[in-house]
């Protein structure tokens, strides 16, 4: 009797395992109990809830001899609020090249409803299905749910079948709305060895060592015969297939938040390199080093090839340009100018050329690639060593260093090697200076295109904004505050400005300083922006002011004059992924005030100094005192890094939480008796 307990307690366990390590989930099996739950623990206030999300990916022999991928997908979905019916918006990327095209099979998509204590079903009518062709080689199959409403469950599968069998589909196990379940299962037979690159914080539920069985393949072989001539062959091949399977329970919803790079370089996924080939196929190296990155990209037509030719046709244009300098760093200076103020950038996004430079210089106008790669190739005219850099911007996502892969790259811009310096420069900006990248460009690893394929890291933390901001108020008796503004804003935000002045005029700079004052009496007179067309310097904004205190007996006054934190920038509670600044902060804000006539400073904020690190490297200052009937102020926020994990998010958060109480503290003066 004790032996059979035993053995039903170990079947059940065994059961439980089971039942654990598989989505209770099935396509089509719905009943009134999945519609109970409206409010789910993983996050209460969930517009939508991805229920299951399930993909399973392999290969099959095809008719010419070779493989075709398969990639199956089931995804379900709980519909709680009206904000979350985007939910029920499905957009299926496909690829295509020349005559070959990923197809889309078996689609289906239901959506199921209670109504009356019974579950209505809803079918999409395939006639919904719409194609968008995105570029030269992406498409979207688009379709929206039918009747959706709140309660709503909605799920679809489908099938893509695809001859791009060396570039199988990337998994994401995270999305805009919470996951319960995302699994994906992929079938790899041994002669297709993969780099698997992980990303995201999410730990696997499962991640077990791959399970293998044996399958045919129906294929061509390729192999060698004694006197060197390649033969042919088609034949039924016995290999191991290796069963891998990756699960990710309870990952949160995530969403771009303020100081986010990309939200793709944070989403739980994984990707898919094809590295080899092996036996019993013919042994092909996928994966390129990169220096053979670099040599294909310089011998390309669209990209170096045009770089080292005698391009005479760019003589006399140079010689226009750099006849009066001589000194290398002028000539660069000079060149850089002339393609920054002649040329319009018509796409930020490109790693190729669409057309030959020559014509470039003729239209005045091309890609980023195009534009920087003319810059490079009149340096080289020019006499200056000069290289182009191939990077990923910010919103594109990470490169990895370890992996030359080409499609993790989209910008080009020029490098110039001047008395052993760097100077980075992009001719697409037209109110960039010289030497100066945009933030966006600072986004890691990068790749010189040259003989060496030399790596450069863009390091964000090596941009620091500095601003200073001067205020100095004098007391004429008459109950009106007279004073002067003084402001030198980083070299970014010098840049932001220069091209609101280009769209807008001053005025509208103006009217925000008179806004931030938050007093509509307030008076400008003697404004002035300076150094506006010297795009290498910073501005210099600048203005008097006046406006009336009144006559009451408590006047309230903050310091700051709109100049400080009015809210905290990190206004989640908790945060799963980086913060990503885009430089590094040393904002520096001085205030003398002369105590207004008949009045007593009654109350005065409190010096404070936070150090954000150990060493104080990183600080919020706020020294304030008065002597002599002189208010002074000095507020000082310095902070160095720009890059700060999840589990810093709360310390970061509370850090700007005490700048923010700070800088909204007033000064009160009291009416002498």
Not at 388 to 395: A, C, H, Q, R, V
Not at 502 to 511: I, K
Not at 588 to 612: C, I, Q, W
Request: with cysteine; net charge neutral; proline share 4%.
């Amino acid at each position: 009797m004790r032996e059979t307990i035993l053995a039903a307690i170990i079947v059940l366990l065994i059961f439980n395992c089971q039942a654990q390590d598989r989505s209770p989930v099935k396509f089509g099996k719905i009943s009134p109990e999945d519609f109970k739950t409206s409010v789910y623990s993983l996050d209460s206030n969930a517009a939508a809830v991805v229920v299951a999300d399930i993909g399973f990916s392999y290969y099959e022999g095809n008719e010419r001899g070779w493989f075709t991928f398969f990639h199956q997908r089931h995804r379900r979905i709980h519909v709680l609020k009206k904000n979350g019916y985007d939910a029920a918006d499905v957009e299926i990327p496909l690829y295509f090249s020349g005559s070959a095209e990923e197809e889309l099979q078996s689609l289906k998509a239901t959506t199921y409803n209670l109504e009356d204590g019974s579950v209505k079903e809803i079918k999409l009518d395939n006639k919904s299905v719409f194609t968008d062709k995105l570029d030269k080689t992406h498409s979207v199959k688009k379709f929206t749910f039918p009747n959706v409403k709140e309660g709503s469950i909605i799920e679809f599968s489908y099938t893509i079948r695809s001859d791009f069998w060396n570039s199988p589909t990337n998994w994401y196990f995270q999305g805009k709305y919470p996951v319960l379940w995302s699994e994906l299962e992929f079938h790899i037979p041994e002669f297709f060895y993969f780099v698997f690159i992980n990303e995201g914080y999410n730990e696997f539920y499962i991640k077990k060592p791959p399970v293998s069985s044996t399958v045919y393949f129906d294929v061509t072989l390729e192999s060698l015969e004694a006197g060197q001539r390649m033969q042919r062959e088609r034949r039924k091949i016995e290999t191991q297939v290796y069963r891998h399977r990756w699960v990710i329970k309870n990952a949160p919803g995530i969403r771009a938040e303020r100081f986010t790079s990309s939200i793709m370089n944070h989403i739980s996924k994984i990707e898919f390199q094809l590295s080899e080939i092996r036996p019993p196929l013919t042994y092909r190296a996928m994966m390129i080093t990169w220096p053979m990155l670099t040599e294909k990209l310089l011998m390309s037509e669209f990209f170096g090839a045009q770089l080292d030719n005698a391009n005479n046709w760019m003589d006399d244009e140079l010689k226009g340009i750099t006849s009066s300098k001589s000194i290398a760093t002028e000539k660069a200076k000079k060149i850089y100018e002339y393609v920054r103020d002649h040329f319009s950038c018509i796409d930020h996004s490109a790693r190729y050329m669409d057309q030959q430079l020559r014509n470039v210089m003729r239209s005045k106008k091309g890609n980023v690639a195009e534009i920087n790669l003319l810059l490079v190739a009149m340096l080289k005219n020019g006499g200056i060593r000069a290289d182009p850099l191939l990077l990923s911007t910010k919103d594109h996502g990470y490169t990895y260093s370890m992996y030359p892969l080409e499609d993790k790259f989209n910008y080009v811009v020029a490098v110039a090697e001047i008395g052993g310096k760097r100077i980075f420069m992009d001719a697409t900006h037209p109110k960039l200076g010289f030497g100066v990248l945009p933030p966006e460009c600072y986004n890691g690893f990068a790749c010189m295109i040259n003989k060496s394929a030399t790596a450069v890291t863009l390091n964000p933390d090596s941009l620091t904004e500095k601003k200073i901001s001067t205020v100095l108020i004098t007391n004429n008796g008459k109950g009106v505050i007279s004073g002067a503004f003084r402001q030198l804003p980083g070299v970014y935000e010098s840049y932001e400005i220069r091209n609101k002045l280009a769209e807008e005029g001053t005025e509208p700079v103006f009217a925000n300083f008179k806004k931030a004052f938050n007093n509509g009496e307030v008076e400008l007179s003697l404004k002035g922006i300076d150094s506006v067309q010297q795009l290498d310097e910073q501005l210099s904004i600048h203005f008097d002011f006046d406006f009336a205190t009144g006559e009451g007996d408590i006047i309230y006054f903050n310091p700051m004059i709109g100049e400080g934190y009015k809210e905290n920038p990190f206004k989640s509670a908790t945060r799963n992924y980086p913060v990503e600044m885009p430089y590094a902060i040393d904002a520096t804000y001085v205030f003398r005030m002369e105590v207004p006539a008949g009045y007593d400073v009654e109350e005065l904020p409190k010096s404070v100094r936070v150090n954000f690190d150990e060493d104080g490297a990183s600080f919020f200052e706020y020294i304030i005192a008065n002597s002599n009937g002189v208010v002074s102020l000095r507020s000082r926020v310095k902070l160095l890094r720009t890059y700060y994990l999840p589990e810093e998010y709360e310390i970061l958060r509370e850090f700007f939480s005490q700048i923010v109480t700070k800088h909204n503290e007033q000064i009160v003066f009291k009416k002498k008796k």
